[in-house]
C-alpha cells in the first residue's frame, strides 16, 4: 500500500517545547493552551469592557494568557522572518507600523477603539491560512499562494480591523498603500527552510486551529492513567530510603511454562475454528491503540497485515505490539 507519513498530534501536544528559541516568553505544552485563542477571541468580541477589563477576564485563566502573548509575538517573528529579504523594505516596514500602532493603542489603553473586535476571527482566518501553507515544503505554487495570503492579510487590517490615526505615520502608510496597488508588496518572500522557524510556524498552526478540549489528551485511557500515576509520583512525599549496605540480597525467577515469548507472523495470523486470528482479535479489543502503532511506524490507517510484509522492521513493531497485549512472556517481562 501506498506509505504515508502521519504525525502524532498527540504527542505534538504533549511535549514541552525547549523554549531555546527567540520569542520572549515561556511556551507551554500545546494540549495546555488547546482552544484557548477560540476562547480569548469569544471574549474580545462580545466584550464592551475597557482594555484592561478585558485583559483582566482573559489574564484569569492563565493558559488562555499564555497563548494570546504567544500568538502575537510568534505572528510578528515569523512575518520578519519571511519579509526578510532584498527588495522587501515595504514588507518589514508594514509589520514594524502595524506592531508600533498595537504597542501605542496598548500603551494609551485603547485598544479596543482602535481595533475592530468583531473582525477578529476574520484576522485570525487569513493567519491561519498563511502559516497553513507556510508549514509546507515550497513550490512556486505555494509562493504563489503564500503572496497572495498576506496580501489578504494586508487589506484586513488595513481596511477592516485598524482604526487608528493614520497621519501621524502618512508618508509610511503612502508608501505601502502605492506599493500594495503596484503589486509590490509582500512580492517577494523568504521562504521558511530554518528547523526552529518551521517548528514555530506548525506549532502557531497547531495553536489557531485545535479546538478540542485538553481534558481529552490522550485519548487513550490507558496512557492517561499512565500518565497521571507519573506525574502524581513527582509530588508524592516519599519516606528516607535505608542505606543499600542494610538491604538484604534477593533474586527474582520469572516462572516458564511453555509460554510464548515473541508471537510470530504465522501465530499472529493463524485463524482459529471461528475464523479469528490473534492480531484481528486485538486490533478489535485496542482500536486506538492499534491506530497509534500504525501511525507511529507510518502507516495507513486502512493497511492490510500482509502489507506490511514489505519491511521488517514494521513486521517486528507488529510482534511487539501484539506480544504486548497478549499472554505472552514479552508482555511479563515489560510489565515487571
Given at each position: 500500500?501506498?506509505?504515508?507519513?502521519?504525525?502524532?498530534?498527540?504527542?505534538?501536544?504533549?511535549?514541552?517545547?525547549?523554549?531555546?528559541?527567540?520569542?520572549?516568553?515561556v511556551?507551554?505544552?500545546l494540549?495546555l493552551?488547546a482552544?484557548?485563542?477560540?476562547?480569548?477571541?469569544?471574549?474580545?468580541?462580545?466584550?464592551?469592557?475597557s482594555?484592561?477589563?478585558?485583559w483582566?477576564?482573559i489574564?484569569?485563566?492563565?493558559?488562555m494568557?499564555?497563548?494570546?502573548?504567544?500568538?502575537?509575538?510568534?505572528?510578528?517573528?515569523?512575518?520578519?522572518?519571511?519579509?526578510?529579504?532584498?527588495?522587501?523594505?515595504?514588507?518589514?516596514?508594514?509589520?514594524?507600523r502595524?506592531?508600533?500602532?498595537?504597542?501605542?493603542?496598548?500603551?494609551?489603553?485603547?485598544?479596543?477603539?482602535?481595533?475592530?473586535m468583531?473582525k477578529l476571527?476574520?484576522?485570525i482566518?487569513k493567519v491561519?491560512?498563511?502559516?497553513?501553507?507556510l508549514?509546507?515544503?515550497?513550490?512556486?505554487?505555494?509562493?504563489?499562494?503564500?503572496?497572495?495570503?498576506?496580501?489578504?492579510?494586508?487589506?484586513?487590517?488595513?481596511?477592516?480591523?485598524?482604526?487608528?490615526?493614520?497621519?501621524?505615520?502618512?508618508?509610511?502608510?503612502?508608501?505601502?498603500?502605492?506599493?500594495?496597488?503596484?503589486?509590490?508588496?509582500?512580492?517577494?518572500?523568504?521562504?521558511p527552510?530554518?528547523?526552529?522557524?518551521?517548528?514555530?510556524?506548525?506549532?502557531?498552526?497547531s495553536l489557531?486551529?485545535?479546538?478540542?478540549?485538553?481534558?481529552?489528551?490522550?485519548?487513550?485511557?490507558?496512557?492517561?492513567?499512565?500518565?497521571e500515576?507519573?506525574?502524581?509520583?513527582?509530588?508524592?512525599?516519599?519516606?528516607?530510603?535505608?542505606?543499600?549496605?542494610?538491604?538484604?540480597s534477593?533474586?527474582?525467577f520469572?516462572?516458564?511454562?511453555?509460554?510464548?515469548?515473541?508471537?510470530?507472523?504465522?501465530?499472529?495470523?493463524?485463524?482459529?475454528?471461528?475464523?479469528?486470528?490473534?492480531?484481528?482479535?486485538?486490533?478489535?479489543?485496542y482500536?486506538?491503540?492499534?491506530?497509534?502503532?500504525?501511525?507511529r511506524?507510518?502507516?495507513?490507517?486502512?493497511?492490510?497485515?500482509r502489507?506490511?510484509?514489505?519491511?521488517p522492521?514494521?513486521?517486528l513493531?507488529?510482534?511487539?505490539?501484539?506480544?504486548?497485549?497478549?499472554?505472552?512472556?514479552?508482555?511479563?517481562?515489560?510489565?515487571m
Amino acid at each position: 500500500g501506498k506509505k504515508i507519513t502521519f504525525i502524532n498530534l498527540e504527542m505534538e501536544q504533549l511535549l514541552m517545547p525547549k523554549n531555546s528559541g527567540s520569542l520572549p516568553l515561556v511556551q507551554w505544552s500545546l494540549f495546555l493552551l488547546a482552544s484557548k485563542i477560540f476562547l480569548a477571541k469569544d471574549i474580545a468580541v462580545e466584550s464592551k469592557d475597557s482594555q484592561d477589563e478585558l485583559w483582566d477576564r482573559i489574564s484569569r485563566d492563565d493558559y488562555m494568557k499564555y497563548a494570546v502573548e504567544e500568538c502575537y509575538y510568534a505572528i510578528k517573528f515569523v512575518l520578519t522572518a519571511i519579509l526578510d529579504d532584498e527588495g522587501n523594505d515595504e514588507g518589514k516596514k508594514w509589520v514594524e507600523r502595524i506592531y508600533e500602532d498595537i504597542r501605542g493603542s496598548i500603551t494609551k489603553r485603547s485598544i479596543n477603539v482602535d481595533v475592530d473586535m468583531n473582525k477578529l476571527p476574520l484576522v485570525i482566518q487569513k493567519v491561519t491560512a498563511l502559516m497553513g501553507i507556510l508549514k509546507k515544503e515550497h513550490t512556486p505554487e505555494l509562493e504563489t499562494g503564500a503572496v497572495k495570503a498576506i496580501q489578504d492579510l494586508y487589506d484586513v487590517l488595513r481596511l477592516d480591523i485598524l482604526h487608528i490615526n493614520m497621519r501621524e505615520h502618512l508618508d509610511t502608510w503612502n508608501i505601502l498603500s502605492k506599493a500594495r496597488n503596484e503589486g509590490r508588496l509582500f512580492s517577494k518572500l523568504k521562504w521558511p527552510r530554518d528547523a526552529e522557524l518551521k517548528e514555530l510556524i506548525k506549532r502557531l498552526y497547531s495553536l489557531l486551529t485545535i479546538k478540542e478540549s485538553a481534558a481529552n489528551i490522550p485519548n487513550n485511557l490507558e496512557a492517561r492513567r499512565r500518565l497521571e500515576f507519573f506525574t502524581n509520583s513527582l509530588f508524592m512525599e516519599m519516606p528516607v530510603t535505608r542505606p543499600v549496605r542494610e538491604m538484604l540480597s534477593f533474586s527474582v525467577f520469572t516462572p516458564y511454562y511453555s509460554e510464548t515469548v515473541l508471537y510470530s507472523m504465522s501465530e499472529l495470523l493463524k485463524k482459529n475454528e471461528d475464523g479469528i486470528s490473534i492480531l484481528f482479535y486485538l486490533q478489535k479489543i485496542y482500536p486506538d491503540e492499534w491506530k497509534n502503532f500504525l501511525a507511529r511506524i507510518g502507516r495507513d490507517e486502512n493497511i492490510s497485515e500482509r502489507e506490511l510484509n514489505d519491511n521488517p522492521n514494521d513486521i517486528l513493531e507488529l510482534r511487539f505490539w501484539a506480544s504486548y497485549r497478549g499472554q505472552t512472556l514479552a508482555r511479563t517481562v515489560r510489565g515487571m
